[in-house]
């Protein structure tokens, strides 16, 4: 039997995200569209604001840019992405996504998810956005839809 010990740091930090997603999915219980996230980094909007024309129809964002990160686990590490979304009329008229990869792999999937990210988003209402597989990417897409939720937060208007 072959048998592989994992660093305690890895151990740790997946039970930090297990249960910190534990508490996400027990804040989605009594809203309809809602995350408790704790991610934000900061928006600029500008001015106005707009009916969204996505899955939630009541739902208005303000007009901006908004940026904000997001985490996802991966067998070897931790690794944290940043996103930037652009709105106009709740439609998402553009996307950046960096990322600092801490593992070879990572940096080929999260190089591969940036690459094919815009694809996917742009001119899609941001209540529609629920990526889950990115030119081969599928562990960046929680990451970026952490990041998404968070963003929706901040420009409810």
Do not use: H, W
């Amino acid at each position: 039997m072959i048998r592989t010990t994992v660093p305690t740091s890895v151990r740790k930090g997946s039970a930090i995200l297990g249960i910190a997603g534990l508490f996400v999915l027990a804040g989605c219980s009594g809203a309809t569209d809602a995350d408790d996230s704790s991610n934000d980094t900061g928006s600029t909007p500008d001015a106005g604001s707009s009916e969204s024309s996505g899955g939630d129809s009541t739902a208005t964002y303000e007009d901006g840019t908004y940026t904000a990160d997001g985490s996802y686990q991966t067998p070897e590490t931790v690794e944290q992405i940043s996103v930037t979304l652009t709105l106009a009329d709740g439609v998402v008229t553009d996307v950046e996504v960096t990322g600092d990869p801490q593992a070879p792999e990572t940096e080929q999937y999260q190089g591969q998810f940036v690459d094919g990210i815009a694809d996917e988003v742009e001119g899609k209402s941001i209540d529609e956005l629920n990526v889950s597989r990115v030119a081969g990417s599928s562990l960046t897409s929680g990451g970026f839809n952490d990041a998404v939720e968070s963003i929706k937060e901040q420009a409810a208007a």
